[in-house]
């Protein structure tokens, strides 16, 4: 376990807050014809896409009405955020994480909001367009200066990706959480690697179904192709952040793994099974090798593509992985699945193994390591698989009658080779994790 703190980073707008900080700014307006919002938004979308220049324009357009910049900071100061926000907060900085948050508004929004609501002390660093002057009209300039215009994601200015690059090169954490909601969180969300998490807001509740943009970049468009390994897009509704704030580390991840090992039937229909397999055992940190293949595929990225039924998963390989029960559903419909492989991972129980007779059929080889839940009652289901040629028992605290099992599976299973050995080599792959 790492002593390294884990670093969440936040969108701003409708992922902390409810609505985006330009509607009550904008608000202010006497008169919303003058405002005339139509035509601030027909040139950002079609000339510069900067959003703080469009914040400028409407920021000017404010000020000819008389509106000040204290009555623009005073509205900053009520923007409602999530509920839970607060909670969530202090949970993470109880558990030794960091926060980071990261929006394309402007650091005066996010700063005047989060002080008001006595938030701003559990933030470490807001990453946003620096406010240039206040007086006599709030001036944003460009996050960086030349101005970013590579990002094939982001619109020009900041790019959230690369800002994530510059923490990951810090090497100053363990995890990467990242929360967002809008298609300018994708960038960020495909930087996140196997042990980070990805978090899409998704408002079930709003009818114009405005937030669940990254929610279906990442599950429908990009989830195929991603350039990094991107293991998880999470539904975040609006009530979630409480949800978290209420549980406590463990139950946080205990949560994360059970939506990590949720059976996603509609995607064994859209990919087939061994693929779904394993994109399960891949988002877990496990492993597959796919027939006819040497190599072990561990990169999500790598999992070969084809027509559903292709390519068949023939070994299943999990050494610390954070693998449930509930996930060896993905067995159902594998129709070569010759070896398993479950090492060091502390969710196994003996449930689990009742779940490899999915498999009977084809199974010839497993071996268990280092399972500290498993006990006989688990190991002992290993005398359905008549097929096996192969088991290989180690380090397995739970089970007390070492002998016995040997002699059980010895008796049931006539043609298998049964190795109960607590000086089984430890798998390299521990060495890297
Ligand atoms: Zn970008």
Redesign the pocket.
């Known amino acids: 376990m790492s002593n390294l703190p884990n670093l969440f980073i936040f969108d701003f707008d409708d992922t902390l807050s409810v609505r985006g900080s330009c509607y009550p700014i904008e608000e202010l307006a006497i008169n919303q014809d003058q405002l005339n919002l139509k035509e601030i938004n027909y040139n950002y979308l079609k000339t510069h896409r900067c959003w703080n220049r469009r914040m400028n324009e409407v920021h000017k357009k404010l000020a000819e009405q008389g509106i000040d910049t204290q009555q623009i900071i005073e509205v900053c100061r009520t923007i409602e955020l999530s509920p839970g926000t607060h909670e969530l907060f202090r949970d993470i900085i109880d558990h030794n994480g960091k926060i980071v948050i990261m929006s394309n508004a402007c650091d005066l929004v996010v700063q005047e909001c989060l002080r008001a609501q006595n938030l701003l002390q559990y933030v470490d660093k807001i990453e946003s367009n620096p406010v240039r002057q206040t007086d006599p009209v709030i001036v944003i300039d460009e996050y960086e200066n030349p101005l970013?215009t590579t990002?094939?994601?982001?619109d020009p200015n900041l790019?959230?990706?690369?800002i994530i690059d510059q923490y990951r090169k810090r090497n100053l954490y363990d995890r990467m959480v990242f929360v967002g909601d809008g298609d300018n969180d994708v960038?960020?969300a495909l930087r996140m690697n196997k042990t980070d998490y990805v978090f899409a807001k998704y408002d079930e509740t709003s009818e114009k179904q405005v937030y669940d943009t990254m929610y279906d970049l990442l599950k429908n468009r990009y989830f195929q192709q991603l350039k990094t390994e991107l293991f998880m897009a999470s539904i975040l509704t609006k009530r979630i952040t409480s949800q978290i704030s209420s549980m406590n580390k463990r139950q946080f991840f205990t949560w994360l793994n059970a939506i990590w090992n949720r059976y996603d039937q509609k995607r064994v229909q859209e990919i087939g099974p061994d693929r779904a397999c394993a994109e399960w055992l891949l988002r877990c940190g496990g492993a597959v090798r796919f027939k006819n293949r040497q190599a072990i595929t561990t990169d999500y990225n790598a999992i070969p593509s084809g027509g559903p039924g292709q390519q068949k998963v023939e070994e299943i390989r999990a050494v610390k992985a954070c693998i449930t029960s509930d996930g060896f559903a993905y067995l159902k419909g594998l129709t070569d699945l010759r070896k398993v492989h479950l090492e060091k991972c502390d969710q196994i129980g003996d449930g689990t193994i009742a779940r490899l007779k999915q498999s009977k059929d084809t199974l010839e080889s497993v071996a268990l390591i280092d399972l500290p839940q498993l006990t006989e009652n688990g190991v002992g289901n290993l005398t359905e698989l008549k097929n096996l040629k192969q088991i290989d028992l180690a380090r397995l605290p739970g089970v007390k009658s070492r002998d016995g099992i040997v002699r059980l599976l010895t008796n049931e299973l006539p043609g298998c080779h049964v190795n109960y050995d607590d000086s089984y080599p430890h798998a390299p792959e521990l060495q890297e994790k």
């Open positions: 970013q990002c094939q994601f982001c790019c959230k990706g690369s960038c960020a």
